[in-house]
Structures are given as structure tokens and as C-alpha cells.
């Protein structure tokens, strides 16, 4: 597994991370026994990942309460990265630090995140309640989920992000445009969200049909999917052609499909982990193989090529959902 230093040195996180959400089992997600969750995330700490990463926000505090009582002992051994529910407002902040602290089991949070910027409290405000659970030791770091340039160039007035999550992966390219090159300009490194686009680049489904509807929602797919709320005509047969077409690569190179994907993300300039969702010991197991995977030039060249339409087709909105807040 490598390693990669964030937060002027001071986290030292796995390139692979733990991500904590469908651990919780919800409507995205479908059922998830909890014995599974907690087999999942000591499968992680087995196999060298470091990192998790969770939020409020998943499973209302559940996805915390899992991973504390699966990491118990092993809690001052691993970076848990936090995020504070969508929307709170400044005076909020500070309760919500407080709850995902007992949902933890723990007396800090490594890593606390802005869930998703929030144009309707100024962002000094924000930032103020942050510093000020960093100065009673409740957060050691502060990072941001979902922001582009503008919000970045915003808050880098007030601080510095110690990383920027975003969603990246082989089929959801869009940071590339305008929000990579930002957060490359400001030295904010990048962590990777749903890095194998909710499961697709595993190759475990060949056509948008079947895809659970939970997931069948992002702009990738069909507005007229049941539960797709975009509006947009999406782009199906690109994506499943370049799947089809990942799927060969790794067949030809001998290579797990999920790993190629996810080592794919980390051999790129600025991405520090990739946080990869898992559901099993056994998806664990293949996904941290990437950790110690150093994709060829060739192979990584010719991935980029294969999904270089989907992503011109695509365009520059990296936001996955197209949430009302938006990313700018
Ligand atoms: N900051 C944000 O706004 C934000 C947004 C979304 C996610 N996140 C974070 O990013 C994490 C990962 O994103 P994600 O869960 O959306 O997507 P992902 O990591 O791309 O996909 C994870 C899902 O793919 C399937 N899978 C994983 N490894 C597999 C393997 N080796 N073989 C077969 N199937 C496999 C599992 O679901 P099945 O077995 O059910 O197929 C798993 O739950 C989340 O847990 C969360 O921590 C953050």
C-alpha cells in the first residue's frame, strides 16, 4: 500500500481510503447486514488502509457509529475524515462536530469536511466555527467536499483546505476542465469520491437496465430513470461502450478491473487517496490491490483515450446529481 503525506505533512494517509456510505445500507444502496459493515472495515485495517472516510450525513450518524465500533482500539492507528451535514448553518457547525464525536466513539476527528459549500452562510462564519473546534481539539484538519474554482479561490481567503474531495474516476471526468486545474493552481491535493463510479468501472453491470435504481440517478444516466431528478438526456451508450471497452483492457493486461480503475486515479498529479466504497472483505481486498499497482504508461494513456468522448460529452459540471448547491 503507498502512502501519501497531506496537511503539511502531518496525515499520513493510504492511497486507498475506506469510503463509509454504503456501509449503512439505505436507499442508494439497498440492505447491508452490520456484522458485514464491520467485517468490511477490519478487512480494511488488515490490508494496510489507513484512511476512512464517513460522514453525518450517512445513515443520520449510523456510518460513524460503525466505524467506531469497528475500529475500537485501533482508533489512534487510522485518519478518520468527517463531514458536516449539508447546509449547517455556522452556529450548527459546532453540534454537529459534537455528534458525529459520540457517533465515533472518539474525543477528534482527523480530518473534518465542508459536506458541500453553502452559499446561504458566509463562508468567514464557516470557517470561524471550524477554527474554533480546532483550537479545542475537536479537528486536527480542515478539508472541503465539492468545491470549484470559485468557491475554492473563496475560501482559500480564510484557509487552506488540507484536501478537496471531488468525484473522479474513469467515467466522470469533469473535474478535468476547470476544478483539477484550481485545485492544482492552489496546492490543494485532491481526494477521490465514488472513484469506480458507484461500482460501473468493476464491471459488475453491462447496461444502464441493470443498474439498482438508488444509483440510477446520476447525470450518466437518463433523466427518465425513476429515480433521476437531473432532467438531462444523459449518456447510456457512451458509458456502457467505454466500460466494454475498460472491461478488455484489463482483460488483455491481466489486470482486476476495480484496481486498474482505482490505480488509474492514483498515479494522477494531485489525487492523494481514492475513497472506495466496499460492502465485503472480499471488495476490500480487490480494491486495495490498487495501492500497490503501478499501471504502465501505455495502459493508462490508452484509458484516458477510451473515455476522452464521455467526458467531452460530458462537459465541465462535475457535480454527479446536479444538487441544488451546486458546484461553481
Ligand atoms: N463528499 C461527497 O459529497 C461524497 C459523495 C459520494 C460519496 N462520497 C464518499 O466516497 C465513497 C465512495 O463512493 P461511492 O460509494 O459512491 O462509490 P464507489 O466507491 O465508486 O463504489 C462503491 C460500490 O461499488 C461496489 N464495489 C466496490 N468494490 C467492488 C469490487 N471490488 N467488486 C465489485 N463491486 C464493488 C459496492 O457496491 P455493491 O456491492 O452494492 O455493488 C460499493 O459499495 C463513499 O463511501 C463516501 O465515503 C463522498
Known amino acids: 500500500m503507498k502512502y501519501t503525506k497531506i496537511a503539511q505533512g502531518q496525515l499520513k494517509i493510504s492511497s ?23 467485517a468490511t472495515i477490519r478487512a480494511a485495517v488488515d490490508v494496510g488502509i489507513n484512511f476512512f472516510d464517513t460522514a453525518e450525513f450517512y445513515g ?22 468527517s463531514k458536516f451535514i449539508k447546509g449547517a448553518k455556522a452556529e450548527e457547525i459546532t453540534a454537529a462536530c459534537e455528534r458525529s464525536l459520540t457517533n465515533l466513539g472518539t474525543d477528534y476527528i482527523d480530518l473534518y469536511h465542508i459536506h458541500w459549500p453553502n452559499r446561504n452562510v458566509p463562508f468567514a462564519e464557516t470557517v470561524r466555527a471550524l477554527e474554533d473546534l480546532k483550537s479545542a481539539g475537536k479537528v486536527r484538519h480542515l478539508a ?20 478537496n474531495q471531488l468525484p473522479y474516476n474513469l467515467l466522470w471526468r469533469a473535474i478535468e476542465f476547470e476544478v483539477l486545474p484550481a485545485s492544482l493552481a492552489a496546492e490543494v491535493p485532491i481526494t477521490c469520491y465514488s472513484p469506480m463510479m458507484q461500482g460501473l468501472l468493476t464491471g459488475k453491470f453491462r447496461s444502464a437496465d441493470n443498474v439498482p435504481a438508488g444509483r440510477a440517478r446520476t447525470r450518466l444516466y437518463s433523466g ?7 432532467g438531462e438526456a444523459g449518456a447510456e451508450e457512451e458509458t456502457f461502450t467505454a466500460i466494454a471497452e475498460i472491461a478488455e483492457i484489463a482483460e488483455k493486461s ?9 490505480a488509474w486515479l492514483i498515479r494522477k498529479q494531485s489525487v492523494a487517496s481514492v475513497i472506495a466504497g466496499a ?50
Open 16 to 38: 486507498v481510503c475506506l469510503g463509509c456510505w454504503a456501509l449503512v445500507g439505505d436507499a442508494t444502496w439497498g440492505s447491508q447486514e452490520k456484522d458485514d459493515s464491520i
Open 60 to 81: 443520520t450518524g449510523y456510518s460513524e457509529q460503525i466505524l467506531g465500533e469497528a475500529l475500537g482500539a485501533d482508533r489512534d492507528k487510522v485518519i478518520i475524515g
Open 144 to 163: 472541503v467536499c465539492n468545491f470549484g474554482p470559485a468557491d475554492l479561490s473563496d475560501i482559500l481567503d480564510l484557509m487552506v483546505p488540507s484536501v
Open 224 to 230: 427518465d430513470r425513476p429515480e433521476a431528478s437531473h
Open 254 to 262: 491481466g489486470l482486476d478491473m476495480a484496481a486498474m480503475t482505482l
Open 279 to 328: 460492502r465485503s472483505p472480499e471488495q476490500v481486498q480487490h480494491n486495495a490491490a490498487a495501492g500497490d499497482l503501478t499501471l504502465s504508461d501505455d495502459v493508462s494513456a490508452r484509458l484516458d483515450e477510451i473515455t476522452e468522448p464521455l467526458k467531452q460529452k460530458m462537459g465541465p459540471n462535475a457535480d454527479m446529481w446536479n444538487t441544488p448547491s451546486r458546484m461553481r
